[in-house]
């Protein structure tokens, strides 16, 4: 057990978006593993290959993460956890005002603006 582990609420919460499918080969490995070891590796920044051996061998674990990451199903995870946050907390599920703060947008240009313009004739 790792601390960067799903605890029981955690994964009742998000259990769903995993649900078994009909067709196909049983799972050899548990999603509930495959998530812990993700998590694992997001958790440490550890390569993919460097997974510690009591989870799933890492290509197992890397094509499961590229899956869920090309099928949508982290974004559904991710925005049914914001809301449910935002309702939490008291807010409306989804904002209803965007700030844009133009003060922070860095430019490209560099060099001297006198020199710039002699460099456009």
């Known amino acids: 057990m790792y601390p960067s582990d799903i605890s029981d609420k955690e994964w009742k919460t998000i259990e769903p978006y995993f649900e078994p499918k009909k067709t196909g080969r049983p799972r050899k490995h548990s999603i509930r593993t495959i998530i812990n070891a993700i998590r694992y590796m997001m958790r440490?920044?550890?390569?993919?290959?460097?997974?510690?051996?009591?989870?799933?061998?890492?290509?197992?674990?890397?094509?499961?993460?590229?899956?869920?990451?090309?099928?949508?199903?982290?974004?559904?995870?991710?925005?049914?956890?914001?809301?449910?946050?935002?309702?939490?907390?008291?807010?409306?599920?989804?904002?209803?005002?965007?700030?844009?703060?133009?003060?922070?947008?860095?430019?490209?240009?560099?060099?001297?603006?006198e020199d710039m313009m002699l460099a456009k004739k």
């Not at 807010?91 to 003060?103: H, R």
């Open 44 to 113: 440490t920044g550890c390569q993919w290959r460097q997974l510690p051996k009591d989870f799933p061998p890492w290509k197992t674990v890397y094509s499961c993460n590229s899956r869920l990451k090309k099928s949508g199903i982290w974004q559904e995870i991710h925005d049914f956890l914001v809301k449910k946050v935002r309702e939490m907390i008291g807010k409306n599920k989804t904002p209803s005002v965007g700030i844009i703060d133009s003060q922070s947008v860095k430019t490209t240009q560099k060099g001297d603006p």
